[in-house]
């Protein structure tokens, strides 16, 4: 069964600094790779996905996440992180090939402190 | 283009009542999937629906039912509503041809 860990609930900040959020993955073949953010009461946007080639995956608002195959992880980086980044981050495994479910991880929250 | 619309934004029941929630997914995407998120946790997967079959089903009881229609919009039937089933439930629509999951804003349900 394919299961995503978020080891880090909450993350604090200090603006402009970097930012990286970890992510490890369990599944048996090449997944599918996500990560969402969620702002307060809102649903899930898409910041960046993996699903094969680069490992170095370049997403929208600065963020990018590279694919560790060895280590089963895909943790999402950020080099300066804007007050507005403040949210909960939502790592997410899928499979390749059929129509099966998306398995997201428990999040990990982010506090952005002046 | 519009994303993905549900209705209604907020619902409040009382334990024992029905509960319909309806998804729109983004224009061309056929295949719709819904999530349960409460508070606290991330999102777990409930329905997925491809050309208005049953593709995948998560782990909950068969008082969930869904089906989706000729225009691929989709419905989430909850039926005898427990206080556990309070939480915000998510619609995400998808294309054939990839898997990417675009996200509608849910609907916030309150079970008292």
């Known amino acids: 069964a394919q299961s995503v860990t978020q080891p880090d609930i909450h993350i604090t900040v200090s603006e402009g600094a970097s930012l990286e959020l970890r992510c490890n993955y369990s599944?048996?073949?090449?997944?599918?790779l996500f990560w969402y953010v969620q702002s307060p009461g809102q649903g899930l946007q898409l910041l960046l996905k993996?699903?094969?080639?680069?490992?170095l995956v370049q997403g929208i608002k600065g963020f990018e996440a590279e694919f560790k195959r060895s280590q089963s992880s895909f943790n999402l980086r950020k080099p300066s992180v804007h007050w507005s980044d403040a949210a909960e981050y939502f790592c997410a495994v899928g499979a390749i090939g059929g129509y099966q479910k998306v398995t997201f991880g428990t999040g990990t929250k982010l506090q952005v402190i002046p | 283009d519009a994303g993905v619309t549900q209705s209604p934004t907020h619902l409040i029941k009382t334990r024992g009542q029905h509960v319909t929630l309806r998804c729109s997914p983004i224009?061309?995407?056929?295949?719709v999937s819904w999530y349960q998120q409460v508070l606290g946790q991330g999102p777990q997967f409930i329905f997925q629906y491809y050309e208005k079959e049953e593709r995948g089903r998560g782990n909950f009881p068969d008082r969930f039912s869904a089906r989706q229609f000729p225009n691929y919009s989709s419905e989430l039937n909850v039926n005898a509503l427990l206080l556990g089933d309070s939480a915000l439930y998510l619609c995400a629509s998808s294309s054939a041809r990839q898997e990417t999951q675009y996200f509608g804003p849910g609907t916030r349900l309150l079970v008292l």
């Open positions: 599944y048996g073949a090449t997944p599918y």
């Open positions: 224009s061309g995407h056929k295949s």
């Open positions: 993996y699903f094969s080639g680069d490992t």
